[in-house]
């Protein structure tokens, strides 16, 4: 294998022993695999990209020439995945030896000087960016010329799956999975799955014979390369296993489920929004609010007192449900909430808001102090919540929808921080592939009657590289139901990665853990 070739040789001085050895294995593995996919199974916001960047890399240089990168079904995903790619190549841009496009903004009668360079297309995993994939593979004989490798991002969100004709009683695959079975077919190309939650990937069988003629290339995948995670990476472990993480103790609040419901509906009989500073009903949104307030004013202050620039500004996620009613209900509470607490700050009597302010400080103050780091005096930091909340440093969105992330994404795909203290309000499309930074406050309440373990994963954005100082002031508020089940859900996780690690599944079986009492299962009866 070559390893000094003018593609990864730029490369491989951006990756650490460890995720360089990840690289060198996965492009080993792809003359292994035959037909069958190769799975880089990393962690929730770890970097995985990052990795399958620097295999296409190597790859180029091993006699690949076409790189496909199919992303979740989101214009902006796909969009902040095609800007990635021309940033991580700009060199080889600039030199004309490889071109970038996302497949539905391919360039017309594409000319053979432009098809001799190295080709890296982003599809949307959609039923109407698959196809056109394959027109463009066929009408420029694609596969017959060049050796194509796909990498499917996140391969367990739509790739896979099965439904039932309710005539027949047969199954099939789902639209967008067969589309992907279509492309294997026809382009015979190498196949790598990239996902954190691989379980419905495992589960699948050796060869799928759904009683049809239709070929089913392999899903299972043969082979898996364990992704690295850097230095200062915050996963499950950090929330849920005291004995890894002692500090852990002062993460975790319990909210009562009945707050739940109150998030759920607008019932003026249950709650009424101007009983926000008052009612025991909200008790834990509204002390979820005011830690957050001033737990960001406290590292405002850490970091000299300014809350401008990019190391000032702060989120704070409510994920509590889907539907765009409840959504808004909750921004209803929250921004009546706010309001009352910015009339508190410029009253001259502000006692009510000063006993709330430190209640949070010394909630606060007890992880601060045990990691070591500064602690500004209660006055200096009643005093900047009150500036907080008077000149409005606190700003709320919700975030339910596809034009939405269009807008509020930054130039580098992550949730645009607008003001010191970011309150984002939202459902399923704050999971997959949606990075927030300096994240300090995770409020979650989905709670299903049977939790699918993938999908609690992706919910988890609290995972992923956080600073200590920001950890310090880091809460987590959720039911003492709900942290059991995620508890679980990390231990079921972390044993999968271990026997990995350790070498056990050298036969090719692999144990998926689930709950004895069917309260958890691994993925979506679906997949």
Known sequence: MILEGEFFKVKKQEYNEKTLACIKKSVEKLSEIEDKPLMMLGKIQSGKTKSFIGVVSLSFDNGYDLA???????????????????????????????????????????????????????????????????????????????????????????????????????????????????????????????????????????????????????????????????????????????????LGEYLFHAIEESELGILKNSDRRKYKEEEGLTSDKIIGLRTAILNFITGGCIRILQNGGNPR?????????????????????????????????????????????????????????????KYGFEIPSLDEVIGYVKTAIKNEWLSKVIVNSENDINTLLDDDGQLRLRTPLNIFIGGQILDRGITINNLIGFYYGRNPNKMQQDTVLQHSRMYGYRSEKDLAVTRFYTTKNLYEKMSQINDFDAKLREDFEQGNFDKGIIFISTDSNGKITPCSPQK
């Open 68 to 246: 496909v990168i199919l992303t979740k079904n989101s214009n902006a995903l796909a969009k902040q995945t095609v800007a990635r790619m021309k940033q991580e190549f700009s060199e080889f841009l600039e030199e004309d030896s490889v071109e970038i496009f996302d497949i539905m903004n391919a360039s017309p009668n594409m000319t053979k000087f432009e098809l001799e360079k190295k080709l890296i297309i982003v599809v949307k995993k959609e039923k109407n960016n698959l196809p056109r994939l394959m027109d463009f593979i066929q009408t420029y004989s694609l596969a017959q010329n060049k050796k194509c490798l796909i990498i499917d991002d996140e391969a367990d969100f739509v790739s896979v799956g099965y439904d039932k004709n309710k005539e027949t009683e047969e199954f099939d695959l789902r639209k967008i999975a067969a589309q992907i079975n279509e492309l294997k077919i026809q382009t015979e190309c190498k196949f790598i799955q990239v996902t954190a939650t691989p379980y419905s990937l495992y589960l699948q069988p050796e060869n799928i014979n759904l009683g049809n003629e239709i070929e089913i290339k392999p899903v299972k995948p043969h082979e898996t390369v364990l992704v690295p995670s850097g230095e200062g990476y915050i996963g499950g472990e950090y929330y849920f296993d005291r004995e890894k993480n002692p």
């Open 309 to 369: 620039g990019k190391s000032n500004k702060f989120s704070f996620i409510i994920h509590t449900e889907i539907s765009k009613s409840s959504h808004t209900r909750q921004e209803n509470i929250i921004e009546e909430l706010l309001l009352q607490l910015k009339n508190e700050a410029q009253k001259k009597d502000t006692s009510l808001l000063d006993k709330f302010i430190e209640n949070s400080y010394f909630n606060m103050i007890q992880s601060v102090e």
